[in-house]
């Protein structure tokens, strides 16, 4: 108990003497970390009443109810009223891509030209972005970092969000690469002040088309061993065709989902859709395809005004129920610190709870081929954690007072704690 | 007609033959012109007779004669036949008055399109060159007289139809100037033009007006306003305007019809209000979905011309496209055609145009549907000649057919109506125009054919319609052959056995026979005669009729509308946790009672007495939710961002009742929204407070007796930092720039506060002397401590108080001054990072501000993020550890005293409106979910009924999308399935009608 709140008081202390350029990503693991007298909420169902979790260099060792005592060398801590929660993975961002969003020197996620899958959004993620550490703090540990524009803007890479450099924050390198397929909503039709003639049909033929015909003589080029002239494109590619990577189509009707699945199957590929505002419609269709999920921003107006008024907030317990794999995501980067209340609402409607936690962590491990390392509270996977003094999920208790990425304990601070000390100490408020 | 068909003009001098009419190509004199070669006067006096009349919509006359000479009429009924007179047999013909179209630019030049869109170049004045007023859009001076010249091809077309008058005006501006009432006459444009200028015309559209100003719908509202007091000020001829034709022409044109084209049903009470403030009644040029607030169209007392192009039936084949079609649009295309008959039913004057029809020839087909959905056939004839000839006036001369008016009818072979009826004859001041000669004479009937040599005798049999007879021979089988009347000349061609060869006859349709030449099947010359032996005694046939099928008009026309008004209840709710935010603080177990709409008692174990009882165990009662920064239910356009300083436009103007996110806000607790004009300047719009009483009318969506309020804006968006490269003209380009911009406005304010009482009143004046005064208040876009100061010091330096600053992210840098100043705060619960001037926001703030003390209001700005308000105050329990009760009162109590609104709502307190939510859970935990929603006392949302309203969609949607369909397959053509569109705004959309895709989630503050 002693070494618990003297935890609390080196995270105080760390506030007021910090400022955002001296939070420091944190030193490996040192002795093992045993958490005790916690709600453990594993992340996949499973809610574990006053549970133990013990992390040894990194990575958990132990989990449940009647853990062996602690050795003398480690340092406990006793959470008695406390959850503890896997760390939550933002499944699509921009984050350390842009700092300043209507700043255009601040962003690096949208390359000129329509087909790019060799470039690399790794290489731009700035770690030093102040954005960053906002999300920490309200339990965002891992992000996958996406390009965006045109196409097929590149491949994405997962991050753990404390590290010095890119490097050191990879967690999967480029994992992903992503497809923006063309919309078939019909133009609209009202013809105001700016008439929409274009044919979205005939674009959306020619803008898949070319997708397709460029993976068909990526598979076909990358068939043959040798050649004369080699081409970074179809290189860039070549983990799609051996199921190493996966491609999310990012799309939101019927017919692109429909459009979606083929490319999965012709091309024998994993496919991930992204966006998904209507996969309601087509859950069982996904289902039946194995085609995952990842739905963007439950907290969205519904796309018809004839929806349900809650229909984005309910898709989540569709899809749930019809058994396709998803998960959960935010728009942009500042507002994935609000992840985890999207999971809040998918809950009220619908979700239990523990379902809610998983869209945000093991099915999003899951979706991003990171689940053997992380995604829920299980032994052998690495030690990120959360622990919050009550309901993460819900904003009127999600308080998060420690984290750990790779059994690392992270800095909770950020430029805003820092702002609204200086700001108490201006005014003399406690 | 024959593949062979002579040449119209050839045709037609045939067809004065068979008349025996005589009508051409001299024209009548006209005093001024001289005449090359020998005069030709003629009177041109002709009596119709044995025809039925049709005087008007009411009067029909049998057997009666018709004289006219000199292009005007000159008896109707039984008046005798003058001797000059030629005489036309009208025998089971009748006549009608020729149409009259109020909605014309028929021979007026073709008008450019406008540039449109907030992207094109910058202009700040009128490109107009002259001695003509500031604003291009207000074409005041634009005479439709001086500009018309009468155009053959489109005036065939018109006449083809029935027309017989037209009021044509350039259809281009917000003021367009004068109509000039034309026929169609192929007469010297002198004498077509029957009243050089018949009306004066209006609109919201600024055309192809390239000025910037203005942009949004309030925008053009407000500039009519303007004018109006412009011109009544010009009258005195104030020397600094020198001479201004715009102002002078608005002037002179008042004593006219005014006539104001609209696009929707909403902008029909908008035009009738200014009209009302100035004291002119227009007449509307209505959009075509007026029938969905009917009540409100009796309100304006105008008369109205209504459109008659129905929409099609959507192609909903793929149900993935129809998916994307709204309820509200496929209902319209059903309820569209009961536009009359509706107006019918309420006995407000209408009259019909042709303007919007894709193919004018659809004109009478238009009218047929209208009358099958209800409308009679007296007022849909009337609504054709004698409606718009009163409207504007001008029954003196057109629209029926009384002694002295112009000679302008119709000559039919039946009932008007009838779809088999056939126009035969356009007569246009007392010329004859030939629409079709086929059928004048009915030739339908059985004849007896003889060809010679060898006197061989055929029945032959004309059946189909008088106008494209069909021939058939009767014999052991019946054989089809053809037979075509050209005039006076015919053809006839049929076998004499099945699949042999044919016999060719041809010939003059004579008096009493028909008689002519032919070849027959052995090719030899032949002579034939036809005798007219009986006629057909089946009468054209008729489509049935089918009983009329349709669905109910929703209050407001949405799938979630009512189908009829909510009433006001008395309800008791019982046995809830009561949030007062009073000092009684939260009340368990308590019951509130609600009478007449208002909080009547708030205790344990109330009497229910007639109250409906709602049971509130296990769930917690709040005051509704109230959001200070709002731009929901706006209509085209939330910034007239084209001038920094627009005091003068109002949002009050476009309140846009039919907005689903009326009722998507109220399934997440919200019951008030204070609308507001965007940031794109520095002093933007007057503001709206609405209660969300879902169905009501804009008038009724108003909070009533609430402060009037105005936006202000600094910052980024009204120094045009994120507007692109081409933006870079308008003042301020810098945050000191726009210190200049709100001392200037407010020097000037005062000035004009003190200037003499001759001074041209000023709109935009008005509004900040209304501030000055304490009688407007102020709610300021705002986010960096500089700004914030700044304006502070503008307020101090004019004796003014700063009401609120929204926003204000970094409220929290200076709440000490706001706090001395007596200013309140609007912010968001956590955004930042989307621009530079938001790079030091936290969220953090309110609970700040709120301990420094200042009145601290978190709204959303965002259509989505408004349903979730009491998530957004919940997080200030997160960052900064505020109570919950102070948390809730963050959307509840403090913005309504930000609002000044706070003695009627805000609270749970005896006597205040109940404005009241129940929630399934503790309202600030993200699991609680509104399960009614109540505005004085009407339940507005209710969860249990938003489920029935699902099913009603769903079941309405598939009985119109198989009517759809059964249309298509009918072969009815279709428009393609069109994705419905909702209006969104936030504050930085920049300039007028913004429409959002379906998908567009950016918030861009």
Redesign the interface.
């Known amino acids: 108990m002693k070494r618990i709140i003297l935890t609390y008081i080196t995270a105080l202390s760390c506030m007021a003497a910090f400022a955002q350029e001296t939070i420091y990503p944190a030193p490996p693991q040192g002795k093992t970390i045993y958490l005790i007298n916690a709600t453990i909420h594993v992340g996949n169902g499973q809610v574990i009443e006053n549970g133990a979790l013990t992390f040894t260099n990194g990575k958990i060792t132990a989990v449940g109810n009647n853990l062996p005592a602690p050795a003398a060398d480690g340092t406990i801590m006793d959470l008695k009223g406390n959850h503890v929660y896997p760390g939550v993975i933002a499944p699509l961002s921009n984050l350390g891509l842009t700092?300043?969003?209507?700043?255009r020197a601040t962003n690096d996620f949208h390359e000129v030209g329509e087909i790019n899958p060799s470039v690399r959004s790794l290489v731009a993620y700035n770690t030093d972005s102040k954005?960053i550490n906002t999300l920490r703090s309200n339990g965002i540990l891992l992000a996958q970092v996406t390009p965006e524009g045109g196409l097929i803007p590149g491949t994405s890479s997962v991050v753990q969000l404390d590290a010095w450099n890119w490097e050191d924050a990879a967690y999967k390198k480029d994992g992903a690469i992503h497809f923006y397929m063309p919309?078939?909503?019909?133009?609209?039709?009202?013809p105001?002040?700016?008439p929409v003639t274009k044919d979205v049909v005939a674009e959306f033929a020619e803008k898949t088309g070319q997708v397709r015909t460029f993976l068909r003589e990526a598979k076909a080029y990358l068939q043959e061993d040798k050649h004369n002239e080699v081409n970074l494109k179809f290189e860039a590619v070549r983990k799609l065709f051996t199921k190493e990577q996966k491609l999310f189509i990012h799309c939101?009707?019927?017919?692109e989902m429909l459009v979606a699945v083929d490319f999965a199957k012709e091309f024998g590929i994993d496919v991930v859709i992204a966006?998904g505002?209507?996969s309601w419609?087509i859950a069982d269709v996904l289902k039946q395809n194995n085609i995952a999920v990842v739905l963007i921003?439950p907290?969205?107006?519904?796309?018809?005004?004839?929806d349900?008024?809650?229909q984005p907030y309910k898709t989540a317990a569709q899809l749930q129920q019809a058994g396709v794999l998803y998960c959960l995501s935010n728009?942009g980067?500042?507002q994935q610190?609000?992840l985890p209340?999207e999971a809040?609402?998918a809950?009220?409607y619908g979700l239990t709870k523990e379902q809610a936690l998983s869209a945000v962590t093991l099915n999003t491990a899951r979706i991003l081929g990171i689940d053997k390392s992380t995604g829920s509270l299980e032994t052998g996977k690495d030690a990120n954690i959360v622990i919050s003094t009550g309901d993460l999920?819900?904003?009127?208790?999600?308080?998060v007072t420690h984290a750990f990425i790779q059994g690392r304990e992270i800095n909770l601070n950020n430029?805003?704690?820092q702002?609204?000390e200086r700001?108490?100490y201006k005014?003399g408020?406690k | 007609m024959s593949k062979f068909s002579w040449p119209r003009k050839r045709l037609s001098r045939l067809c004065l033959l068979l008349g025996g009419l005589l009508a051409g190509s001299y024209a009548r004199a006209q005093e001024t012109f001289p005449v090359n070669g020998v005069a030709d006067n003629r009177e041109g006096c002709y009596a119709f007779v044995k025809a039925t009349i049709v005087k008007n919509a009411g009067t029909v006359l049998n057997n009666a004669t018709l004289v006219i000479r000199n292009g005007r009429i000159v008896s109707v009924g039984n008046g005798s036949v003058p001797k000059d007179a030629v005489v036309i047999d009208c025998e089971g013909k009748y006549i009608y008055p020729s149409f009259v179209d109020l909605y014309s630019d028929y021979g007026t030049p073709p008008v450019k399109k406008g540039p449109g869109g907030y992207r094109s170049e910058v202009q700040f004045l009128s490109a107009t060159k002259g001695a003509y007023g500031w604003n291009q859009a207000i074409k005041s001076e634009v005479n439709a007289a001086a500009v018309f010249t009468k155009d053959d091809t489109g005036a065939e077309t018109l006449r083809n139809v029935g027309f017989g008058t037209v009021l044509s005006h350039q259809q281009d501006g917000i003021a367009r100037g004068t109509g000039v009432l034309v026929t169609l006459a192929d007469e010297r444009d002198n004498k077509a033009m029957i009243k050089e200028k018949a009306s004066a015309q209006y609109s919201f559209d600024k055309g192809s007006s390239t000025q910037n100003y203005p942009s949004s719908l309030m925008g053009s509202i407000a500039l009519l306003r303007q004018t109006y007091l412009d011109a009544q000020w010009y009258q005195s001829h104030p020397a600094k305007e020198g001479t201004n034709l715009s102002l002078q022409a608005w002037n002179d044109n008042r004593a006219l019809p005014q006539i104001f084209e609209v696009s929707d049903k909403w902008d029909v009470l908008r035009a009738d209000k200014i009209g009302d403030e100035f004291g002119v009644q227009y007449i509307i040029k209505a959009s075509g979905n007026e029938y969905q607030r009917m009540p409100e169209m009796i309100a304006t007392k105008a008369s109205f011309i209504l459109p008659l192009n129905f929409p099609q039936p959507i192609d909903v084949e793929d149900p993935n496209d129809a998916r994307f079609v709204a309820l509200s649009e496929m209902k319209h295309w059903e309820l569209a055609p009961t536009e009359a008959a509706a107006f019918e039913k309420a006995n407000i004057p209408f009259c019909f145009t042709a303007a919007g029809l894709k193919d004018v020839k659809q004109l009478l087909a238009a009218v047929r549907k209208s009358i099958e959905y209800g409308l009679s056939e007296q007022k849909a004839l009337d609504a054709l000649t004698l409606a718009p000839a009163r409207i504007i006036k001008a029954d003196d001369q057109v629209g029926s057919l009384e002694p002295g008016k112009l000679a302008n009818f119709l000559l039919t072979s039946g009932t008007i109506f009838n779809e088999n009826t056939v126009l035969f004859q356009n007569w246009i001041q007392g010329k004859k125009y030939v629409v079709k000669d086929e059928g004048w004479k009915d030739v339908r009937g059985t004849y007896t054919l003889t060809v010679n040599p060898g006197n061989a005798k055929y029945t032959l049999q004309l059946k189909g319609t008088a106008a494209t007879p069909a021939l058939s021979l009767i014999q052991q089988d019946t054989l089809t052959g053809t037979v075509t009347i050209n005039g006076q000349l015919v053809k006839l061609a049929f076998p004499l056995k099945k699949g042999g060869a044919q016999l060719r006859l041809s010939g003059v349709a004579g008096a009493t026979e028909w008689t002519g030449t032919g070849v027959d099947t052995s090719g030899k010359w032949v002579k034939w005669s036809a005798v007219f032996s009986a006629a057909n005694n089946k009468p054209d046939s008729v489509k049935p009729k089918t009983a009329l099928q349709i669905g109910n008009v929703y209050f407001p026309f949405n799938g979630y509308g009512w189908e009829s008004l909510p009433k006001q209840q008395d309800l008791l709710i019982k046995n809830a946790t009561v949030w007062t935010n009073e000092q009684e603080g939260k009340l368990e177990n308590t019951d509130v009672l609600v009478r007449n709409g208002k909080i009547a008692q708030i205790g344990k174990n109330l009497p229910a007495g007639n109250a409906r009882v709602i049971d509130g165990t296990g769930k917690h009662l709040t005051p509704g939710i109230i959001d200070e920064h709002s731009h929901i239910a706006i209509s085209k356009g939330v910034n007239e961002g084209t001038q920094s300083v627009t005091s003068e436009v109002r949002i009050a103007d476009v309140v846009n009742p039919d907005d689903v996110n009326i009722y998507r806000q109220l399934s997440g607790g919200v019951t008030a929204s204070h609308l507001l004009h965007g940031s794109a300047n520095t002093i933007g719009g007057q503001s709206q407070l609405i209660k969300l009483r879902w169905g009501a009318d804009a008038e009724e969506l108003k909070f009533a007796g609430a402060d009037p309020f105005i936006k202000f804006a600094l910052g980024e968006n009204v120094k045009q930092s994120n507007w692109g490269e081409r933006q870079r003209e308008r003042f301020p380009q810098t945050r000191m720039g726009v210190e200049q911009v709100l001392t200037d406005a407010f020097t000037r304010a005062r000035d004009y506060e003190k200037a003499g009482p001759n001074k041209r009143r000023d709109l935009e004046l008005d509004a900040l002397v209304e501030i000055l005064n304490s009688k407007r208040f102020i709610t300021c876009h705002s986010y960096v401590q500089s700004e914030i100061n700044m304006l502070l010091h503008v307020a101090d330096t004019f004796h003014f108080r700063v009401n609120t600053f929204t926003h204000i992210l970094e409220g929290y840098k200076v709440a000490d001054k706001m706090k001395q100043h007596g200013a309140g705060a609007g912010t968001f619960a956590d955004w930042w990072a989307y621009k530079m001037e938001v790079q030091d926001a936290i969220p953090y703030n309110a609970t700040i501000m709120q301990r420094v003390g200042v009145n601290v209001a978190i709204n959303s700005d965002d259509a989505e993020m408004a349903r979730r308000l009491n998530q957004e105050a919940a997080k200030s329990i997160k960052y900064g550890d505020m109570t919950e009760e102070e948390a809730l009162k963050l959307v509840t109590l403090n913005p309504a005293k930000l609002l000044h609104v706070d003695a009627h709502v805000g609270s749970i307190k005896a006597g205040k409106d109940a404005d009241l939510v129940l929630w399934s859970d503790n309202p600030l935990s993200i699991y609680a979910k509104a399960d009614k929603t109540l505005v004085d006392g009407i339940v507005y949302f209710d969860r249990e009924k938003d489920l029935e309203l699902r099913q009603r969609i769903s079941a309405e949607r598939n009985r119109l999308v198989q009517k759809m369909l059964g249309e298509k397959k009918k072969g009815t053509p279709t428009q393609k399935a069109a994705a419905t569109m909702e209006e969104m705004y936030h504050c930085e959309d920049l300039q007028g009608g913004h429409q959002q895709r379906l998908t567009d989630g950016n918030n861009e503050l």
């Open positions: 700092e300043v969003e209507a700043v954005v919309s078939l909503l019909p133009p609209p039709s009202t105001g002040r700016f939101n009707f019927v017919k966006g505002a209507d419609i921003q907290h969205s107006l519904p796309v018809l005004q004839d349900d008024v809650d728009e980067f500042w610190r609000n209340f809040g609402t809950s009220t999920l819900d904003m009127r208790s999600s308080v430029k805003h704690k702002l609204y700001y108490k005014y408020l």
